[in-house]
């Protein structure tokens, strides 16, 4: 990972891990010159979430997600707020973003992002991507994600965090990314033992 990628940590005086994220301080521009604020998801938002989700285009729709049917959103949307750590950005009154990760099996996640139609191509992807990265890398090894084959723009935000493939199916990519620091050259097994 090179010290572009979006995983490269920040000294911004926040503790990854704590609840509590960069995020605050996190501002992009909509469409119109207003701000969009990207914040730790709470329970409180999950109705705005919902409503994302429900004016979500179906063309944007990958792999039967985010569930078309309100009732399945809802229930889909409060196992990732139960199960997982998410955020969302704002714009006014409305949330046009969600990303988040659900831990699985051992000391690694599964990484979602959505973004609604009307807030992409402002680098909300890159910057929710940060978020989930920072607070992912504080107790997990590794992020996993699926992503369609097709769809370039979440490709070019996953690589540019760090994210490979690897694994390779006919309508999607499976990506790792790992969170573990590489171990300094002073600590590797050649220079211990010289």
């Known amino acids: 990972m090179s010290a ?3 995983c490269t940590p920040v000294d911004d005086g926040i ?3 704590s609840g509590l994220s960069p995020a605050d301080r996190s501002q992009a521009t909509g469409e119109a010159g207003e701000q969009v604020s990207i914040l730790p998801l709470t329970d409180d938002d999950v109705g705005s979430l919902v409503s994302m989700y429900r004016d979500y285009a ?3 729709r990958s ?19 139960e199960r997982g750590t998410g955020f969302v950005a704002w714009l006014g009154d409305d949330i046009v973003a969600h ?14 992002i959505y973004v609604h139609r009307r807030a992409q191509g402002r680098g909300l992807g890159t910057e929710l991507t940060r978020h989930v990265c920072r607070e992912a890398a504080a107790g997990l090894d590794a992020l996993v994600l ?3 084959r097709d769809n370039d723009a979440a490709l070019a935000v996953f690589r540019k965090a760090g994210f490979t493939v690897t694994d390779r199916q006919p309508l999607d990519f499976e990506m790792y ?8 050259p002073e600590s590797s097994p050649a220079s211990i033992r010289s």
Do not use: C, N, Q
């Not at 990303?99 to 979602?112: I, L, N, S, T, Y």
């Open 15 to 17: 503790r990854p891990g």
């Open 4 to 6: 572009s990628t979006v």
């Open 146 to 148: 699926y992503v369609a």
């Open 58 to 60: 179906p063309e944007d």
């Open 99 to 112: 990303a988040g990760f659900v831990p699985r099996k051992g000391d690694d996640a599964e990484f979602f």
């Open 177 to 184: 990314l790992s969170l573990t620091p590489m171990a300094s």
């Open 63 to 81: 792999m039967g997600l985010p569930p078309v049917d309100e009732r399945e959103i809802r229930a889909w949307v409060g196992r990732l707020h």
